[in-house]
């Protein structure tokens, strides 16, 4: 995984909706942060893409982002 604080964190999101036992809070408390580290994850790969630009782009092919053979 190329950001595993970031599964980290909406997992963590994930576990406090389900722990408030309320559907709504929980897509709530997951998708908004997702949406927010899709948007920092794309903005971090460019700038790695720029300062490594031959080495970033094969690692970035045999890794995923936040989920090992998912995404």
């Known amino acids: 995984m190329r950001h595993p604080s970031y599964t980290g964190a909406l997992l ?10 309320n559907w709504i809070a929980t897509l709530v408390l997951v998708l908004a942060p ?10 971090e790969e ?4 720029d300062a490594f630009p031959d080495e ?4 970035a092919r045999t890794t995923r982002r936040l989920i090992p053979g998912v995404y």
């Open 12 to 21: 963590g999101c994930l576990g406090i909706g389900l722990a408030l036992g």
């Open 34 to 43: 997702g949406l927010a580290l899709l948007n920092r994850i794309r903005v």
């Open 46 to 49: 460019r700038a790695l893409c």
């Open 56 to 59: 970033y782009p094969d690692y």
